[in-house]
T-cell receptor
Framework: DGGITQSPKYLFRKEGQNVTLSCEQNLNHDAMYWYRQDPGQGLRLIYYSQIVNDFQKGDIAEGYSVSREKKESFPLTVTSAQKNPTAFYLC?????????????FGPGTRLTVL | ELKVEQNPLFLSMQEGKNYTIYCNYSTTSDRLYWYRQDPGKSLESLFVLLSNGAVKQEGRLMASLDTKARLSTLHITAAVHDLSATYFCALDMDSNYQLIWGAGTKLIIKP
């Protein structure tokens, strides 16, 4: 069954905790992205990676960290430095090269700070 | 500053009516995307528009791209309730696989 999986679907965090959101894909896509969506708002880019062991900051990287040790996986850690992390987090992937570009999205993780 | 502006941001309409969502952008690009998001759900790709004059249609939705005017439109024909969703346009920034997103248009279609 091909696609993008994100886990958990819902996550609750206490103040001062770090939490890690999982994103796995079996589409063999090169690039992976993390977005944050606040209620009633658009998407904001947190981090992206176009190749294993390399990633770049997006517009709102502060308080977040990522790794890309395998092509299939791009976990996002929300650190205690992120002051307002309650949001819907979306992982996306795309192929690179001629004719590519459409980003495909996972089902999302809804993070709530208690 | 790179901008993608959608309007309207909110649209409530009756079933059977036609309407258009507009997506203006501030930089040259030959690649524009439309996505749909249902409440509480993820985003689903609808259309990719790759060149000036491109037109794509799927059911009651038709998207077009005018790169000279830096404008894309998403036209809804004879709207039905199932099309209620938030629609986003996104612009490929110089083909580097980063997308600049519009704020989204929340469409409510009343039966």
């Amino acid at each position: 069954d091909g696609g993008i999986t994100q886990s958990p679907k819902y996550l609750f965090r206490k103040e001062g905790q770090n939490v890690t959101l999982s994103c796995e894909q079996n589409l063999n896509h090169d690039a992976m992205y993390w977005y944050r969506q606040d209620p009633g708002q658009g998407l904001r880019l947190i981090y992206y990676s176009q190749i294993v062991n390399d990633f770049q900051k997006g517009d709102i990287a502060e308080g977040y960290s990522v790794s890309r040790e395998k092509k299939e996986s791009f976990p996002l850690t929300v650190t205690s430095a992120q002051k307002n992390p309650t949001a819907f987090y979306l992982c996306a992937t795309t192929n690179l090269g001629i004719g590519a570009g459409t980003q495909y999205f996972g089902p999302g993780t809804r993070l709530t700070v208690l | 500053e790179l901008k993608v502006e959608q309007n309207p941001l909110f649209l409530s309409m009756q079933e059977g009516k036609n309407y258009t969502i507009y997506c203006n952008y501030s930089t040259t690009s030959d690649r524009l995307y439309w996505y749909r998001q249902d409440p509480g759900k993820s985003l689903e790709s609808l259309f990719v528009l790759l060149s000036n004059g491109a037109v794509k249609q799927e059911g009651r939705l038709m998207a077009s791209l005018d790169t000279k005017a830096r404008l894309s439109t998403l036209h809804i024909t004879a709207a039905v309730h199932d099309l209620s969703a938030t629609y986003f346009c996104a612009l490929d920034m110089d083909s580097n696989y980063q997308l600049i997103w519009g704020a989204g248009t929340k469409l409510i279609i009343k039966p």
